[in-house]
C-alpha cells in the first residue's frame, strides 16, 4: 500500500461520520477523560448507547457488565469502560463476521434477496452481482420484483451497466413464473449465480409473505438444495424497526446472511450490534454508498474501529 493510499478503515470511519459522531464521540466525550465511574455515569453511558440504537437489551447487557467489573475492581477509571465497551462490541460482532463464499459444487448457486420496500435491496442485487462478475463468476439476475413499478426497468439498468444478462418480464407478471424461468436459464447457460430479486414487502403483510413463500418454494422444486442463500437486506436507518423485520423474514423463508446498508446516511449505525444479538446470522455486506465498491464484506474490527477508534490512535478525534 502506498504512502498515498488511505486505509480502509479511514475510509470506513469517513463513511460512518453520523454514526461516529453519535457513538465514537458521544462515549469518548464521557470517556476519555478522568471521570469516576459511578451512577451518573452509567447513565449517560446509557443514554449514548441508546440514542446510537444499540438497544435496549444490548445496552443493558454492556451496562450490567460495566457495572459488575467496576465493583470487582477490574475497571477502574473511565478509559478502562471505554476499551471495554469497544471490545464488548467486537465481540458481539465478531460472532457475525462471516463473508459469503460461492462454492464450486452448486451451479447455479441461487442467492434470493429479500427486504421491505426502500431499504436498497435492487441496488443491492446489483451492486452484488457486479461484484461477482469481477471476482470471475458468470452472473445472471432475475426481476422478481415484479410488484413495485419501475423495479424491473431498475434490475435491468444494472445488467446493461455491467453486462449481466437480466431474466425479466413486464410489471405485474407473477414472480414464482420469473423465478422459475430464470432458473431454467441459468442452468442452461451454464451460470454460476444466480441473484433472485424479489418483491419488497412490509413482513407484516400475511399475503405478500405467501407469495414470497411460493417464490422459495419454486426454486427448492428446482434445485432442492436451492436458494443456498437468502440474504435479507435491512436500512439502517430503520433502528429497532429492522429487528422485526429479521423475525418476520426468518420465520417466512429462512433467512442465512444480512446485508445492512445506508449506514453511510444514519446516526443509527449501533443498531448493528442489537440487530447481532437477535439472530444467529452471519453479517455478509454493510452498505456505505451509492458505487458498487460501496457494498463491502463486513469485517467486525474495521467496523468498530471506524465507530470506536482506539484511545492514542490517530482517528480517535472524531
Known amino acids: 500500500m502506498s504512502a498515498n493510499t488511505p486505509d480502509i478503515p479511514n475510509l470506513l470511519s469517513e463513511k ?36 446510537s440504537d444499540v438497544g435496549m437489551e444490548a445496552t443493558q447487557t454492556l451496562v450490567d457488565e460495566i457495572t459488575d467489573r467496576a465493583k470487582r475492581k477490574e475497571l477502574n477509571d473511565s478509559r478502562a469502560v471505554y476499551q471495554h465497551l469497544r471490545q464488548a462490541m467486537l465481540d458481539i460482532l465478531k460472532a457475525h463476521e462471516q463473508p459469503l463464499v460461492i462454492p464450486t459444487s452448486d451451479k447455479p448457486f441461487v442467492i434470493m434477496a429479500v427486504g421491505v420496500n426502500g431499504v436498497g435491496k435492487t441496488t443491492t442485487c446489483g451492486k452484488l452481482a457486479q461484484r461477482l462478475k469481477q471476482e470471475g463468476y458468470k452472473v ?26 437480466v431474466v425479466a418480464q413486464e410489471t405485474g407478471a407473477d414472480a414464482a413464473a ?48 436451492a436458494p443456498h442463500e437468502v440474504i435479507l437486506v435491512l436500512d439502517a436507518g430503520t433502528g429497532q424497526n ?9 420465520e417466512a423463508v429462512n433467512v442465512t446472511g444480512l446485508v445492512l446498508t445506508k449506514l453511510d446516511g444514519t446516526a443509527k449505525g449501533g443498531n448493528l450490534v442489537a440487530i447481532a444479538g437477535k439472530g444467529n446470522q452471519p453479517v455478509r455486506y454493510i452498505g456505505v454508498g451509492e458505487k458498487a465498491e460501496d457494498l463491502r464484506d463486513f469485517r467486525a474490527d474495521e467496523f468498530v474501529d471506524a465507530l470506536l477508534p482506539a484511545e492514542g490512535s490517530d482517528q480517535e478525534k472524531p
Open 140 to 165: 445472471m439476475l432475475a426481476a422478481a420484483d415484479t410488484f413495485r413499478a419501475a423495479a424491473v426497468e431498475q434490475l435491468q439498468t444494472w445488467g446493461q451497466r455491467v453486462d449481466i444478462p
Open 242 to 250: 429492522a429487528i422485526s423485520q429479521l423475525m418476520h423474514f426468518n
Open 16 to 51: 460512518l461520520g453520523k454514526s461516529r459522531q453519535s457513538l465514537g464521540r458521544g462515549l469518548g466525550d464521557l470517556l476519555l477523560g478522568d471521570r469516576k465511574i459511578d451512577d451518573d455515569l452509567l447513565e449517560e453511558i446509557e443514554t449514548v448507547l441508546l440514542s
Open 178 to 225: 420469473v423465478t422459475h424461468d430464470a432458473m431454467e436459464a441459468a442452468r442452461a447457460r451454464g451460470m454460476d449465480v444466480l441473484i433472485v430479486d424479489t418483491a419488497g414487502r412490509q413482513h407484516t403483510q400475511t399475503g405478500l409473505m405467501d407469495e414470497l413463500k411460493k417464490v422459495r418454494r419454486v426454486i427448492a422444486k428446482l434445485d432442492p438444495a
